[in-house]
C-alpha cells in the first residue's frame, strides 16, 4: 500500500509538472499567475535593495537621517533607494509605484532598466513617469506581443479605438481627438493592412464617416465599401475626393464661427456633423507621377492634403495616411504634410532611413528599436507621438472577411452627406446560399 501511495504522489508530481511546462508554453497567463508573479514579486522584495544599489540607483541619506541611524539605531549609514509606493501584480506582469529620492530622475531610472530586467528575471521593464517624482516600473512576466489576446474588458470612448497591445501588457489606443493625424509606416508584409483593419473594426460601429482613398484600384479597402461613406480607387477620383473635403472643412468652419465655438465637439449635439476619418492605403500613390501633365494634379492633392492636415481637426476630420516610405523624394509638399502628422506607427522597414523618415524627428531613440523588428513577426511595430515617448506594439490577427462583416453588420450607420455621394462605392448584394437537397421526406400519394 505504501508503495502505491508512493506511485501515485510521484505520477501526480510529474503530471503537475507537465501542466506547468504546457501552461508555460500555451497559456502563459495562467502559468504566470500561479508561478512566475509569486516568485518575482518574492525576489523583488527581497533583493530590491541591493539592486538598486549595484545599478546606481541610490543616494545618500539627509543629514537628519544619517544622524538618526548613526546616534540611535547605532547602524552604518547605508545609501537610500527610492521608496516602494505601491506594487500590484497583474496577469502579465508586476507594477511598482517608486517615489525617487532627490538627486535622482526619471531618466537614470529609464537608464538602469535594462539592467532591472536582468535582476529580476522579468521578459521587459518599461519606465513611466506618473507625476513629479512618481514612477512606475512596468514589469513583464513574458513576452505578450507573442500571441496577442486583447483584454476582454477595454473602456473605449467616443473616436478611441482600441488597435494593439503595447509590450508591458497596456492596451494601445487610437485616440483621435487626442492624436487627430497619424502616419503608419512599413515594408510589405509587415502588418500595415492588419493595423488599418483593427482601426475600421474599430470605427465602423461607432457614429463616424468613412473616406477610403486607395489607389491601388480599391483591393485593399474594396470589401468594406459598405460602411464607405466614400471610395476612391484611382488618382482622379482622389483628387476630387479631397477637393470635396476641403469644401466640407471650410463650410464647418462656418458653422463653428456661426456659434462662436473653436472646435467640433463644442458645438451642440443637435447641430453638430458627423467626424469623419480618411483613411489614404499608400499615400505614395498620390505623390507619384508618371507623366509631366500629371504633376498639376499632384501638386494640387498635396495642397489639399496639407491643409487638411494643418486645420481639419477643429472641425472632425481627420487623417490616417499609410505607406512604405514618406521622404523628401515623393517630392514638393512631402515633408510639409509629414510634419502634420503627429501620431507615427512604423513597423519593419528596409532601411534605417525609412525609420528616421517616421520616428527620427520626434523619438530618436525609437529609431533603433523599428529597425530591429523581426520579418517573422508580422505586426510588430513602434509606436512614437510627439511628447517623445514610444512603444512597441503588435495589432491582433483578423481577417479581412472578419472586417468585411462588422462593416456590413454597421451599414446601417453611414452619414448622409450629398457631397460625397457621388464617390459612395457601390454594395454588391450579399450572395444566396444554394438550397441543398430537401430533408423532408415526401409525403405518399394515394390514388
Known amino acids: 500500500m505504501t508503495d502505491l501511495t508512493t506511485a501515485l504522489e510521484a505520477t501526480g508530481a510529474i503530471a503537475g509538472v507537465g501542466g506547468l511546462g504546457y501552461a508555460k508554453v500555451r497559456a502563459p497567463r ?12 518574492g525576489r523583488f522584495t527581497v533583493t530590491y535593495g541591493a539592486t ?40 502579465t506582469g508586476l507594477i511598482v509605484s517608486l517615489r525617487i529620492p532627490a538627486g535622482l530622475e526619471p531618466a537614470d531610472v529609464v537608464a538602469a532598466s535594462e539592467r ?8 521587459s521593464v518599461t519606465v513611466v513617469e506618473t507625476k513629479p ?44 481627438r487626442k492624436v487627430p493625424m497619424a502616419l503608419t509606416l512599413g515594408a510589405n508584409f509587415s502588418g500595415k493592412s492588419m ?19 486607395d489607389c491601388k484600384r480599391g483591393v485593399e479597402q474594396g470589401s468594406y465599401a459598405p460602411r464607405l461613406s466614400a471610395l476612391a480607387t484611382t488618382p482622379d477620383e482622389a483628387d476630387c475626393v479631397l477637393e470635396v473635403l476641403v469644401k466640407e472643412m471650410e463650410d464647418r468652419f462656418d458653422l463653428l464661427a456661426q456659434y462662436r465655438v473653436a472646435d467640433l465637439w463644442s458645438l451642440p449635439e443637435n447641430v453638430r456633423p458627423v467626424p469623419l476619418v480618411v483613411l489614404v492605403d499608400e499615400v505614395a500613390e498620390l505623390f507619384l507621377v508618371v507623366v509631366k501633365k500629371d504633376e498639376e494634379r499632384r501638386d494640387r492633392m498635396v495642397m489639399q492634403m496639407v491643409r487638411l492636415a494643418q486645420m481639419a481637426r477643429a472641425v472632425g476630420i481627420y487623417l490616417e495616411v499609410c505607406g512604405q516610405r514618406f521622404g523628401s523624394e515623393l517630392g514638393r509638399g512631402a515633408t510639409m504634410l509629414r510634419a502634420q502628422l503627429t501620431g507615427r506607427v512604423v513597423h519593419r522597414v528596409n532601411d534605417k532611413q525609412t525609420a528616421e523618415m517616421g520616428l527620427g524627428d520626434i523619438a530618436p531613440d525609437a529609431v ?15 509606436a512614437g507621438d510627439t511628447s517623445g515617448g514610444w512603444s512597441r506594439i503588435r495589432t491582433p490577427q483578423i481577417t479581412a472577411d472578419e472586417v468585411a462583416g462588422v462593416c456590413r453588420e454597421f451599414a446601417h450607420l453611414v452619414p448622409d452627406l450629398p457631397a460625397l455621394a457621388p464617390f459612395r462605392p457601390a454594395v454588391a448584394a450579399a450572395p444566396t446560399p444554394a438550397a441543398g437537397p430537401s430533408l423532408v421526406k415526401p409525403r405518399p400519394v394515394t390514388k
Open 30 to 41: 495562467v502559468y504566470w499567475s500561479l508561478v512566475g508573479l509569486p516568485v518575482t514579486w
Open 52 to 91: 538598486m544599489d549595484v545599478c546606481g540607483l541610490t543616494v545618500q541619506p539627509s543629514r537628519l537621517r544619517a544622524f538618526m541611524v548613526r546616534n540611535v539605531a547605532r547602524r552604518e549609514v547605508q545609501p537610500v533607494p527610492p521608496k516602494v509606493r505601491r506594487v500590484k501584480g497583474t496577469s
Open 116 to 123: 532591472l530586467r536582468h535582476a529580476w528575471g522579468v521578459h
Open 133 to 176: 517624482g512618481v514612477v512606475e516600473l512596468r514589469m513583464t512576466g513574458y513576452d505578450v506581443l507573442r500571441r496577442v489576446r486583447m483584454p476582454r474588458r477595454i473602456k473605449a470612448g467616443p473616436m478611441v479605438v482600441p488597435v494593439a497591445l503595447r509590450e508591458d501588457g497596456s492596451v494601445f489606443e487610437r485616440d483621435y
Open 195 to 213: 493595423y488599418q483593419r483593427n482601426l475600421i473594426k474599430g470605427l465602423a460601429p461607432q457614429p463616424v464617416g468613412l473616406i477610403g482613398i
Open 368 to 382: 533603433v528599436a523599428a529597425t530591429a523588428i523581426a520579418p517573422d513577426r508580422p505586426g510588430v511595430a513602434v
